[in-house]
Nanobody, 121 residues
């Protein structure tokens, strides 16, 4: 079994920046579509950003122009650069991806355990 592991969360002041990373817990063949979700307290989980293997991206309206999703295919890692953070961005951020474990296996969907991002002065 494989897990997705997020890192890079923490406490940041309003207007600050953070970069989240998401990588597999062991060697995999490739990440296909990579996604970042977030869930604020007492709210439903929402899709924040998505990127296909071909680097086509999409963003939630609330983060457009502030967040950037990227990937390093050689490292099988997906990133989320978050700039100009506001208290409304406070949430647990989850990595989600379609992962191929071997060259002959089809993609399966996996989630990370989440990383807390808190924006507060």
């Amino acid at each position: 079994q494989v897990q997705l592991v997020e890192s890079g969360g923490g406490l940041v002041q309003p207007g600050g920046s953070l970069t989240l990373s998401c990588a597999a817990s062991r060697s995999i063949f490739r990440i296909y579509t990579g996604n970042w979700y977030r869930q604020a307290a007492e709210k439903e989980r929402e899709l924040v950003a998505s990127m296909t293997r071909g680097s086509v991206t999409s963003y939630a309206d609330a983060v457009k122009g502030r967040f950037t999703i990227s990937r390093d295919n050689a490292k099988n890692t997906v990133y989320l650069q978050m700039n100009n953070l506001t208290p409304e961005d406070t949430a647990v951020y989850y990595c989600n991806a379609d992962v191929g474990l071997t060259p002959v296996s089809g993609p399966s969907n996996y989630w990370g355990q989440g990383t807390q991002v808190t924006v507060s002065s």
